[in-house]
């Protein structure tokens, strides 16, 4: 049984409503999180590219990343399956960033293919994974819960 169906959901996934790269979240996080979905990444065997400043580089640990004064413009785009890319913005070592492009993400396929990143995600950091609208932190409209183990809705759909 899916985590969420389509045709509740569907709003969520409008780009137009959304913004095309809705905002992820997984707050209260540390370095060895960090290193967490660096190791995530590598077991899964999703493709990946790490870059700093747009120059691509080679996967750094977290710890010598976060411990850098200053923006690097580090990111790692991950692509957890064909057609579906994750952006991991790595600002600071207390929340983990990434941004998801709805407009891969469409109908029961694209919900499930969410669905199954965000759990693979909470899972591993055993903590909360947050969706909202792009440029909104504030208003999660859906997430991984970690005490139900499965994602679910955190607004109303319109």
């Known amino acids: 049984m899916p985590d969420l169906l389509w045709d509740d959901v569907s709003n969520f996934f409008d780009p137009d409503l959304m913004g095309a790269l809705p905002d992820g979240r997984v707050p209260g996080t540390s370095a060895a999180d960090w290193q967490a979905v660096f190791d995530l990444v590598r077991s ?20 010598d990343l976060l411990s850098r004064s200053g923006d690097t413009g580090a990111e790692l785009r991950v692509w957890p399956a064909p057609g579906f890319l994750v ?62 183990d499965r994602v679910v809705l955190l607004a109303a759909p319109e």
Do not use: H, M
């Not at 990946?48 to 710890?63: F, H, I, N, Q, T």
């Not at 396929?109 to 969410?114: F, W």
């Open 44 to 63: 899964r065997g999703w493709s990946y590219a790490y870059s700093e400043g747009g120059v691509v580089r080679r996967l750094p640990r977290a710890v």
């Open 87 to 148: 952006i991991f913005r790595v600002y600071e070592a207390g929340a983990i960033d990434f941004d998801v492009d709805l407009r891969e993400l469409q109908g029961q396929t694209g919900v499930d293919a969410l669905c199954r990143w965000l759990r693979a995600l909470g899972r591993r950091l055993g903590k909360p994974v947050l969706v909202t609208p792009e440029s909104d932190p504030l208003n999660p409209v859906l997430g991984f819960d970690v005490t139900v």
